[in-house]
């Protein structure tokens, strides 16, 4: 299986150009039919793959009843997170696999790929052409 896909142009700055990668993921709800497919910023320097708030309800799942509260810190600094208790299936181009992932508590940050138990099941390149590609 190999994944690719082309990096997001987000503007220009003082230094140049700024290029995203991005990998377009699909997400079943574990508890129902309900499935979102969401552009993730593949964020090697990420520990988690966080989602925003709002796709907890597009999928079902209840912050309360279905995560662990917790916080974690970055360069924002700390955040409130919610850790999904169990992993959920997700669909990588033709791969499936289920994952662990987190929520925000709210939905103003992006959501993020992250190493633990989602990147680090991949061979993840980066490449100088601007495409990011999943080995499996």
Known sequence: MKARFPYKYVG????????RPVAKI??????????????????SG??????????ALDLG???????????????????????????????IGKVSKKVPIAFFDSN???ALMGRLGFMERFNVEFTRSLSVIFKE
Do not use: M, R
Not at 49 to 55: A, D, G
Not at 67 to 72: K, L, R
């Open 12 to 19: 220009k700055v003082y230094f140049g150009e700024i290029f």
């Open 26 to 43: 699909s997400f079943k709800s574990p508890s129902s039919e309900l499935e979102a497919t969401v552009w993730l910023i593949v964020d």
């Open 46 to 55: 990420a520990d988690f793959t966080i989602l925003p708030k709002y796709l």
């Open 61 to 91: 799942i209840s912050l309360e009843h279905d995560c662990i509260s917790d916080i974690t810190k970055g360069i924002g600094g700390f955040q409130k997170i919610f850790l999904l208790k169990n992993p959920i299936e997700i669909k």
């Open 108 to 110: 103003e940050l992006p």
